[in-house]
């Protein structure tokens, strides 16, 4: 990688992980005061709204904004072009959702879901604008400015969701979140950098991306499918609390792997797409990426499984502790992200869209089996299903890219070795520590600081590349300001 590039790519992996932690940090505290004033029971009814909304979400944003980062250089009829095609699809879904949606309320038998449903829908088109604002942001790497905007729509859109809810606006104020949320975001990227697509259309543009973009789409759609399927299995054969409680175990793991390993996927993705001619220096990119989010995401899935009782007991009190070992067995499926999301942002950067389709389908031929075939055992035997179909994931997407860059399984593993032992460490030592006599939030505290303590002195010990990329980037910063 070159020294400009890599630059770029420090500098906005800056920003990037910065936005997710600060929008995520942002809507986890919001949620944690909803969480307080609203019941399980509403939580579970927007959980089963999203199932719909996110999977629609997937045919009008994922695919389409990916094509356009990976052509080497997309003009404005190219945005154009995604533009208008994503904003007729989402026009033609929500007609969709607003004729089913008495459909789908009573098949879960439940009236209101209906209107619920027509209103949340309405966020689509909004999200086919945000999502090509986002391919235009990470082509020039301009992810300073999507921070700025990420993090204000939160706060507002969460203060307005808050107001709501003391109001009695009940479930109401968690759909108007959502909407804000994509709407507020979108609205201050334009003001940022005073730039919208533009309502225009190209069939040679439309030939050559949307084929690309459809996919990528079929994978991403295909694996939504999987992932909300679960909510809608758990909607139907279980209660809309246990929905709650299972969604909410899964959130916590998800918002760091949001903060940690999704940045620095969607960071590397045009990097990779600017080498990707160089089979050697995108093989080194994709294992600098690996090496870097494993050593990240480990430590803080091992660190969250191991403090969960009192974290859950603290953050969201008692009445929630029945999401507890879904969050442990969410941290075990997230544990196996990073190699599997950084293999397919190199397949998707080759241009090996019809390879990740493909892909797409055989995991989730084994996800599904596993789905199906534990739904008798109740929401655990799914949780515990779903943790096993993160690891059958893992394995399938690094089996073609031994073929592309010659770097296999066996490589990855031992690239991620030594992080998952010291992580392994650290969640013992906490299990251990969590059997002391201690008023919830100080066993928390030293749960989470001795946690910290061991990874930083096993990452010391062990020489972990993670450390030393990190340490090496915090000097450099410290030496250049010192400098200046």
């Known amino acids: ?118 209103v949340l829908a309405l966020r689509l088109p909004f999200s086919t604008l945000s999502a090509i604002q986002k391919a235009y942001i990470a082509k020039a790497f301009l992810f300073r400015k999507q921070f700025v905007a990420s993090s204000l729509g939160s706060l507002l859109s969460g203060v307005c969701a808050i107001a709501m809810a003391l109001y009695g606006f009940g479930i109401y104020s968690l759909i108007a979140q959502q909407l804000l949320s994509v709407v507020l975001t979108s609205l201050i990227m334009a003001l940022q950098t005073k730039w919208l697509p533009q309502f225009t259309f190209c069939k040679l543009s439309f030939k050559t991306l949307v084929p690309l973009g459809v996919q990528f789409c079929g994978a991403s759609l295909i694996n939504s499918i999987y992932t909300e399927g679960r909510s809608l299995i758990i909607g139907k054969f279980y209660s809309a609390a246990d929905l709650a409680y299972f969604n909410r175990g899964n959130q916590f793991p998800s918002m760091v792997i949001g903060n940690l390993n999704a940045p620095i996927s969607n960071v590397m993705l045009p990097v990779m797409c600017k080498v990707n001619g160089d089979k050697d220096r995108l093989r080194s990119v994709l294992q600098k990426a690996i090496r870097l989010s494993s050593y990240l995401v480990f430590p803080m ?20 502790s029945a999401c507890v070992p879904y969050l442990q067995l969410g941290c075990l499926f997230f544990l196996f992200q990073p190699l599997q999301t950084m293999n397919w942002q190199a397949l998707k950067a080759m241009g090996e869209g019809a390879c990740c389709l493909r892909l797409e389908v055989v995991k989730k031929v084994i996800c599904f089996g596993l789905l199906f075939a534990s739904i008798p055992f109740g929401v655990m035997g799914i949780a515990i299903a779903s943790a096993a179909s993160g690891f059958f994931s893992m394995i399938v997407n690094i089996v073609p890219v031994r073929r592309l860059l010659d770097y296999g399984i066996k490589d990855q593993i031992w690239d991620i070795a030594k992080p998952a032992l010291v992580s392994s460490a650290c969640f013992l030592a906490m299990l251990l520590i969590g059997r002391a006599d201690m008023a919830p939030i100080a066993l928390l505290m030293v749960q989470l600081v001795s946690g910290l303590l061991i990874y930083i002195l096993g990452s010391m010990v062990f020489k972990l590349d993670g450390f030393a990329v990190i340490r090496s980037e915090l000097l450099s910063r410290k030496a250049g300001k010192n400098a200046e």
């Open 1 to 118: 990688m070159s020294d400009s590039l890599k630059e770029t790519a420090a500098k906005s992996m800056f920003w990037a992980v910065g936005e997710r932690f600060l929008t995520q940090g942002t809507l986890f505290v919001i949620s944690l005061v909803l969480a307080r004033i609203l019941s399980p029971e509403d939580y579970g009814v927007l959980s089963l709204l999203l199932v719909f909304i996110n999977l629609a979400d997937v045919l009008v944003t994922n695919g389409l904004g990916e094509a356009l980062i990976q052509k080497n250089k997309p003009g404005k009829v190219d945005y154009g072009t995604i533009f208008v095609t994503g904003l007729a699809m989402s026009v033609v879904l929500y007609a969709l959702f607003f004729l089913c949606s008495d459909v789908i309320a009573a098949f879960y038998g439940m009236d209101q879901i209906g209107s619920y449903l027509r």
């Open 301 to 320: 899935m091992a660190i969250l499984a191991g403090c969960a009782p009192a974290l859950v007991t603290v953050l969201l009190t008692d009445k929630w």
